[in-house]
């Protein structure tokens, strides 16, 4: 009677473990299979999301296959249980415990938002109106609200913001950029205010944001830079007008149609440097590091003028008689190339 008692004992004993067994390996299973996905997906996991609540509606939209044995799940994988609210990229391949893992770990999708040298906070509104995930809370807005709400110290952001790339997860703020933009670049000029050269016609570190922003808007060629500069603090020296493009252009504003005339020129605007002295008003774009150094550190030069050499880059005169021969060379040039 003993004898059977302990060979039932030990059957029953076999036959649990037996089952305990498989039902890791259901679950083991369960967590090793790939996410059934083409394409990378985000999920989100809101506050208050239960990690059963999570698994069901990855099972609902196809992403995985249900298993019954998954509710034994967070008593044999309890570090997989405690998931935390977030947006997560899910990719193809990943299995479930990687999913799980990272949604455990916190570790939020990285949108990102590329702002490039030279453009205007008007584009930066458009940009900011079309990011996934990006809670919009300047949309209502004014710019002189904005810039108050970043601390700024201006009513136009024009110039107080350094374009580069930055990452948010979903639901930060477009606010939560700008200030972020608007402290990188206070603390860009602050760092390139301490090493600028003396004798410069520049009071204020947001008098070198204007040039460094007309720096930025003459060219694109990094090689340039501190030259162009030389030619305006050379200018600026000397009392003459600036006399740049780009000023003329922003003055236009919306009524600027691809083509400066020459009454355009003349038409008086807070911007347009062919009639006002000195610098404008507010820089006219957002200058990048090498522009806000190139206007605090130029070439020594005598130049005056430059235009576009038509072959990308410019040619710089002392004189004007110099600077008209190298426009009567553009121009030639210009008019070969619209022959062929």
Known sequence: MIKKLILVFIFVLALGMALVFYAKEQVKGYLLQPM???????????????????????????????????????????????????????????????????????????????????????????????APQLKQQTATMTEAEIAKAIGAGHDKLEGLLLAETYHYTAGMSDLDILKRAHKALTRELDKAWQTKQTHLPLK???????????????????????????????????????????????GLGDSYDGDIRKKDLSTPTPYNTYVINGLPPTPIAMPGVESIQAALNPE?????????????????????????????????????????
């Open 36 to 130: 059934q996905l083409s394409s990378e997906q985000l999920v989100t996991v809101e506050h208050g999301k239960t990690l059963r609540s999570a698994l069901w509606s990855m099972e609902k939209q196809g992403w995985i296959e249900g298993n019954r044995f998954s509710r034994l799940l967070p008593h044999l994988y309890p570090e997989v249980v405690h998931i935390r609210a977030g947006t997560y990229q899910v990719k193809p391949g990943e299995t479930l415990q990687q999913v799980l893992t990272t949604m455990v770990s916190g570790e939020e999708h990285q949108f990102s938002l590329t702002f490039i040298e030279g453009s205007q906070f008007k584009e930066w509104r458009t940009q900011f109106a079309q």
């Open 204 to 250: 204020t570190p947001y008098q070198a944001l204007i040039l460094a922003s007309i720096i930025e808007k003459e060219t694109a060629i990094e090689s340039e830079r501190t030259r162009i500069a030389s030619v305006f603090v050379n200018r600026l020296n000397k009392g003459m007008r600036l006399q740049t493009d780009p000023t003329v252009i922003y």
């Open 300 to 340: 020594q030069s005598r130049y005056l003028y430059f235009v576009a050499s038509g072959d990308g880059g410019h040619v710089f005169s002392r004189s004007l008689a110099e600077h008209n021969r190298a426009v009567q060379n553009y121009l030639r040039k210009l008019r070969a190339s619209k022959k062929h």
